[in-house]
Nanobody, 125 residues
Framework: QVQLVESGGGLVQAGGSLSLSCAAS????????MGWFRQAPGKEREFVAA????????YYADSVKGRFTISRDNAKNTVYLQMNNLRPEDTAVYYC??????????????????WGQGTQVTVSS
């Protein structure tokens, strides 16, 4: 089992920045690919970003490319999401996820092994 706990959400004005953290505990963190997803009210959950455990390759949704940065610190069992130039449409609950397959994170989120409880991000216009 892997337990994931997100933190760092909050309220920010458009154009501002927020940094999310996801602390993992349980089984070997560094064996899992990690990702961030978000779900806005009335919308389906969507992929935001992922990072592999093997070589740190990163993947981003087109909507956040160039504005968000995912990173991980295996020594601290933590994955981060730095969000810059935030827009009102970024408002959502953000979820941390872990899976043994980066493809599952990027293409098949219904099969993701582990999820965090989510943290709210609200961007005001």
């Amino acid at each position: 089992q892997v337990q994931l706990v997100e933190s760092g959400g909050g309220l920010v004005q458009a154009g501002g920045s927020l940094s999310l953290s996801c602390a993992a505990s349980g089984r070997t963190f560094r064996s899992y690919h990690m990702g961030w997803f978000r779900q806005a009210p009335g919308k389906e959950r969507e992929f935001v970003a992922a990072i592999t455990w093997t070589d740190g390759t990163t993947y981003y949704a087109d909507s956040v490319k160039g504005r968000f940065t995912i990173s991980r610190d295996n020594a601290k069992n933590t994955v981060y999401l730095q969000m810059n130039n935030l827009r009102p449409e970024d408002t959502a609950v953000y979820y941390c996820a872990a899976d043994g397959s980066s493809r599952v994170l990027r293409r098949d989120s219904a099969r993701v092994d582990y999820w965090g409880q989510g943290t709210q991000v609200t961007v005001s216009s």
